[in-house]
C-alpha cells in the first residue's frame, strides 16, 4: 500500500524540521523521513550542547559557494531576528557569546523540542528509522524504505552533509541529487583542523597551546584563537581559514596582530639590552615563543642584531607560512563544502529548475557558512524559502 502526502521531506535536522513546519503550517500533509532513531541530532550536539542557534550578523558575505549571490534572497526574507523571535516565542533564553553568536542559557534540547513543536502545529507526520531503499519520480516521487512505500508530488532533500559520519551522516544528498541529474560541486571537509607534517610536526610539541592569532588562507583572514594540538592546527581562527585552504597552498598566521609592523627595530631602540626571545615571551604564551625564537634563530640583544634581520623577523612572524599537509577530514569537520550546486537550483524557493517538484535545502547544498551561528541560520532560512514555495 502506498501513502499518499503532499511533500516528503528527507531528513529531519535542522533544515528538514523547520522545511516541514512552514509547509506543514500552510495545511500541506507533510512527512518527514528520518534515518536516525530521533530528530536534530546535530543541533543537540551543537554548540557544545547549547546550539549556537544564528549570528545576528549573518549575512551573505559569511557564506563559501560556487556562487555567492545565491544565498541572499534566502536569507533576506528570513533572518536571524525572525529565528530569534521564534525562539523568544518559545520563552527560551539565550545570550550572546562573542561576534553576534547567539546561543541557549539552557540546552540545544530546547531547539530541538520547539522545532517538534512547531511540527506540530502543522499537519507533519515525523517518522524516524527509516532506511531508504529507493526514490523514484515519475508523476510525482516515491519513496520506499523497509517500512513501505510514501509518495507526493513534491520532494525535498534535507539529508545534510557527510561530515561527522560517526553520529550518521551521510553523503545521500550528493547520490540522489546525481540520480536526478543535478551538478554537485566537489565536497570537501570545511570548518576543521588542519594536519602538520615535514619540519612543521616541531609544533605538535607544544599541543594545548592557544594564542590569539590572524590566519589567513587564500585571502581570507580571520582574527581569533589558534590553538597547537598533536596533530597540527585548530582553534577557531584556523577552522575558519580551512574552510578557505585547498589542498597543497600554504596558510599564514599573523602571530603578533597587536603588534607595530616594525616593532622589533621599535623594541632595538628603546631597549637594546632584550632579546628577542624575552619580547616574543612578552606577546605569545612561553612554549610557543620560544619554539618561534628557536626558528627565527635570532639569539643575542636585539642592539646587537642588524636592522635587516630584524625587519624580516617581524615579517615574517607576521604572515608566518605553514604548509599544512591535509585536514582532519570528514570526521572532524563541523560542516561540508560543496553539495548540490546552486546553479539546479532557484535561490528562491530552492527547487531544482530541471525537475519540478524536486528541492534541496540545508548543508546539502553548495552553501556553506562560517563557524558562528552562519550555518544553522542557512539551513533555517532556506528550509523557510522551501516550506514556503511548496
Ligand atoms: P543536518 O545534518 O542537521 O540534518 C540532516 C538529517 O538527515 C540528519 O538528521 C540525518 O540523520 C538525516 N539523514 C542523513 N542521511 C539520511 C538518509 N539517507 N535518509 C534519511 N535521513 C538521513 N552550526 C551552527 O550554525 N552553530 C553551531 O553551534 C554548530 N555546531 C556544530 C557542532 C558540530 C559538532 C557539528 C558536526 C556541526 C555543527 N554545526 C553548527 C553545523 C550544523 O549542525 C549543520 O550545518 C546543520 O545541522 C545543517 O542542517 P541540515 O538540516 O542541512 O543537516
Not at 44 to 57: K, V
Not at 60 to 74: D, R, T, V
Not at 220 to 237: I, N, Q, Y
Amino acid at each position: 500500500m502506498v501513502t499518499r502526502y503532499d511533500t516528503i521531506i528527507l531528513g529531519a535536522g535542522a533544515a528538514g524540521l523547520m522545511c516541514a513546519a512552514r509547509a506543514g503550517q500552510r495545511a500541506l500533509r507533510v512527512l518527514v523521513l528520518e534515518r536516525a532513531e530521533a530528530p536534530g541530532k546535530k543541533i543537540l550536539i551543537s554548540g557544545g550542547g547549547r546550539c549556537n542557534f544564528t549570528n545576528i550578523g549573518a549575512g551573505p558575505g559569511n557564506y563559501l559557494s560556487a556562487n555567492p549571490h545565491f544565498a541572499k534572497s534566502a536569507l533576506a526574507r528570513y533572518t536571524p531576528r525572525d529565528f530569534l523571535e521564534l525562539v523568544e516565542r518559545y520563552g527560551i533564553a539565550w545570550h550572546e557569546k562573542t561576534l553576534g553568536q547567539l546561543f541557549c542559557d539552557g540546552s540545544a534540547k530546547q531547539i530541538v523540542a520547539m522545532l517538534l513543536e512547531e511540527c506540530a502545529g502543522g499537519e507533519v507526520e515525523l517518522r524516524c528509522g527509516e532506511e531508504i531503499a529507493s526514490v523514484e519520480h515519475d508523476d510525482g516521487f516515491t519513496v520506499t524504505t523497509q517500512n513501505g512505500a510514501f509518495t507526493a508530488p513534491k520532494l525535498v532533500i534535507a539529508t545534510g552533509g557527510p561530515s561527522i559520519p560517526k553520529m550518521g551522516a551521510t553523503a545521500f544528498a550528493y547520490d540522489l541529487g546525481r540520480q536526478f541529474g543535478l551538478k554537485v560541486v566537489e565536497p570537501r571537509p570545511a570548518l576543521v583542523p588542519l594536519t602538520l607534517g615535514g619540519e612543521e610536526v616541531l609544533f605538535r610539541d607544544i599541543s594545548g597551546v592557544s594564542a590569539p592569532v590572524v590566519a589567513t588562507a587564500n585571502g581570507a583572514g580571520f582574527a581569533e584563537a589558534a590553538l597547537f594540538t598533536h596533530r597540527g592546527l585548530s582553534g577557531p581562527a584556523i577552522l575558519q581559514a580551512s574552510s578557505y585552504w585547498r589542498s597543497g597552498e600554504p596558510l599564514f598566521v599573523d602571530f603578533v596582530p597587536e603588534r607595530g609592523p616594525e616593532w622589533l627595530l621599535d623594541a632595538k631602540h628603546n631597549h637594546p639590552r632584550t632579546g628577542v626571545r624575552t619580547l616574543l615571551r612578552e606577546a605569545l604564551p612561553a612554549r610557543l615563543a620560544d619554539i618561534l625564537a628557536d626558528r627565527l634563530g635570532l639569539d643575542g640583544d636585539l642592539g646587537n642584531l642588524p636592522d635587516k634581520a630584524l625587519r624580516s623577523a617581524c615579517e615574517r612572524l607576521r604572515r608566518w607560512e605553514f604548509r599544512p599537509n591535509g585536514t582532519e577530514g570528514f570526521a572532524k569537520a563541523e560542516v561540508t563544502a560543496g553539495g548540490i550546486s546552486t546553479a539546479e537550483l532557484s535561490s528562491k524557493t530552492m527547487e531544482a529548475k530541471k525537475i519540478p517538484g524536486l528541492f534541496a535545502i540545508g548543508e546539502a547544498v553548495d552553501v556553506t557558512g562560517w563557524l558562528g551561528g552562519y550555518n544553522f541560520q542557512w539551513a533555517w532560512a532556506s528550509g523557510v524559502a522551501a516550506g514556503e514555495a511548496l
